[in-house]
């Protein structure tokens, strides 16, 4: 997820290739608050110390106090969109405890009910709770609402109550999609929930509100800020709803770029030599053509490999480092 020379985007077979079309921005928390995508929605920060991200790295994710540490994003009319994907990768490391007992992830304006609101949290509500009842910390459930269609959910929020819930200290990959008609939950590559409106092709709106990640600005007001506390390594924003695969490939390709395989494949297209380098030691590589016939395989213990592709027909291939299949590339 981080910028290295090449980042390898996996692609699994099974899954198949995905797209980063309507990418609005991304919050990679690599040491920063800026948009990575180069679309400009730069974050201003607040009360944030750096923290290990998923990948085992200082600096590479944030933590957020559970207080009054937040990311503000100002406003864009790129964040009034009619459907949305919200992709987290966090820990949790405690509940909010105030009124109404969520837990702001990501969200465009305030939670409550006006135009243009979107957003992806945490609570223990749907799951029986209420505003008013005490925090039961054991039955929280990630959520995904847009404004419009919140009051239209009325007896669907019950629906969130999925197992497992929530729990601290554990690294969660959260996708939240709407696209239109049904709101979806996708977490560590398994689809969790699936909630349809009551009012399928209600618009979400539109407004001139700002964004805001960990916290809610515009409740702060009212002290019901939804303060997040824990751990946000990396934050996608999208202005369509991706797809179950694409859901579950993002996740994956989280899960796997985080877990260390950071790896670097370059130059691409290649003509003589392909050089491969790693966070961690490279064991194997192997090289399949499009039709997933092996064509090189080699055993190594090294952060940093020079493949000879020379003898190589031109044309497209994958590679396999570590057993993982990562992004094709071109022999010239």
Avoid at 16 to 22: D, L, P
Avoid at 68 to 79: D, K, Q, R
Avoid at 140 to 146: G, K, S
Avoid at 299 to 321: C, M
Wanted: proline share 4%; aromatic share 12%; charged share 10%.
């Amino acid at each position: 997820m981080k910028n290295i020379l090449f980042t390898i985007i996996i692609l699994f077979f099974g899954y198949g290739a995905w797209s980063q079309t309507g990418l609005i921005a991304h919050w990679n928390m690599n040491g920063n608050t800026n948009d990575s995508s180069g679309n400009g929605h730069n974050g201003h920060g607040n009360n944030l110390t750096p923290a290990i991200g998923k990948d085992g790295v200082m600096g590479h994710a944030w933590y957020f106090n559970g207080v009054n540490s937040s990311i503000t994003i100002p406003y864009s009319p790129a964040l009034n969109v009619n459907s949305y994907t919200i992709a987290a990768t966090i820990k949790v490391q405690g509940f909010y405890s105030g009124p109404c007992l969520e837990n702001i992830i990501f969200t465009r304006g305030t939670t409550n009910v006006s135009s243009g609101i979107y957003h992806l949290q945490f609570n223990d509500f749907p799951a029986g709770a209420t505003c008013s009842s005490a925090p039961d910390t054991a039955i929280e459930c990630f959520v995904t609402v847009a404004c419009s269609n919140t009051a239209s959910l009325g007896g669907s929020w019950p629906s969130y109550n999925y197992t497992p819930h929530v729990a601290e200290n554990v690294w969660y990959n959260v996708v939240g999609t709407f696209n239109d008609t049904v709101f979806k939950i996708y977490v560590n590559n398994v689809l969790m929930s699936t909630i349809t409106s009551s009012t399928p092709g209600v618009p979400i709106g539109t407004s001139t509100d700002s964004a805001s990640i960990g916290y809610d600005t515009y409740q702060a007001g009212a002290g019901d800020t939804y303060a997040f506390k824990g751990v946000i390594d990396d934050i996608k924003l999208f202005n369509r709803a991706l797809s179950d695969s694409e859901a579950v490939h993002l996740t994956t390709e989280v899960d796997i770029v985080n877990a260390k395989e950071i790896i670097s494949v370059y130059p691409n297209p290649a003509t003589k030599e392909l050089t491969v380098s790693a966070a961690n030691l490279v064991k194997t590589i192997s090289i399949n053509n499009m039709v997933g016939q092996t064509i090189f395989s080699n055993e190594y213990n090294a952060e940093n490999i020079n493949v000879n592709v020379a003898d190589i027909p031109s044309g497209v291939y994958f590679i396999r480092v570590n057993g993982t299949e990562v992004r094709r590339f071109v022999k010239e």
